[in-house]
């Protein structure tokens, strides 16, 4: 695969980026939006967790729909790989 120049910048300063929270001792969680076309992108091999947020139609009544999210990659932890459903409130999410 070729990058473009903008892409391999926007990679070497993202990837610096990291590297410097990491030698802070940090674990690193990325929020983005991404599409279809954009989830497999570096940020997410590069990121120490990645949670993938989305809605999905209640089973029952199909025109209703839940939040829901999926650990899609929490390095050096073992975690459910389930669809989990969220509640998103003003207080925050649980």
């Known amino acids: ?7 391999l910048k926007y990679r070497r300063v993202f990837y610096d980026f990291l590297k410097i929270i990491r030698e802070m ?11 279809d076309k954009t989830a497999k992108s570096a940020d ?3 990121a120490d967790g990645v949670l993938t947020l989305g809605i999905r139609p209640l089973m029952d009544v199909p025109t209703e729909y839940r939040n829901v999210m999926r650990i899609t990659k ?15 409130t003003k207080e925050g999410v649980s």
């Open 74 to 88: 929490l390095r050096g932890t073992r975690h459910t790989t389930r669809l989990l459903q969220v509640d998103i």
């Open 1 to 7: 695969t070729s990058y473009s120049p903008e892409s």
């Open 44 to 46: 997410n091999y590069m």
């Open 25 to 35: 001792g940090a674990f690193t969680i990325i929020v983005k939006e991404t599409t």
